[in-house]
């Protein structure tokens, strides 16, 4: 029952920065994952970068590493994606999910919440 929203997306110029940010709601913020997932046009889903709140452990798929850090403001319920040099290849929709517990890779079945998305565009 975790309430996940997902916000920041936007179109940006290769080269540049932009942070998105997903909060969430209906479960102790501690005791969750949360991952981002992104979708191209064309492609399958992928994992981004997932972070265990509690531990506060963070993994990176081999794509984003070093170019995004993933981060949370556990006041505020949030966790951000701060996407650094962005490429063409970053365009995608990007999803947030939650999964309960510590969870340190990017397994998608193993995230049970999903937020709707927001559109990160990257021009050449």
């Known amino acids: 029952d975790v309430q996940l929203q997902a916000s920041g997306g936007g179109l940006v110029q290769a080269g540049g920065s932009l942070r998105l940010s997903c909060t969430a709601s209906?479960?102790?913020?501690?005791?969750?994952?949360i991952g981002w997932f992104r979708q191209a046009p064309g492609k399958e889903r992928e994992g981004v970068a997932c972070?265990?709140?509690?531990?506060?452990?963070?993994y990176y798929d081999d794509p984003v590493k070093g170019r995004f850090t993933i981060s949370s403001d556990n006041a505020k319920n949030t966790v951000y994606l701060q996407m650094n040099n962005l490429k063409p290849e970053d365009t995608a929709v990007y999803y947030c999910?939650?999964?309960?517990?510590?969870?340190?890779?990017?397994?998608?079945?193993?995230?049970?919440?999903w937020g709707q998305g927001t559109l990160v565009t990257v021009s050449s």
């Open positions: 999910a939650a999964g309960r517990g510590s969870i340190v890779v990017t397994v998608e079945m193993w995230f049970n919440s």
């Open positions: 209906g479960f102790t913020f501690e005791r969750l994952s």
């Open positions: 972070i265990s709140i509690g531990e506060g452990k963070t």
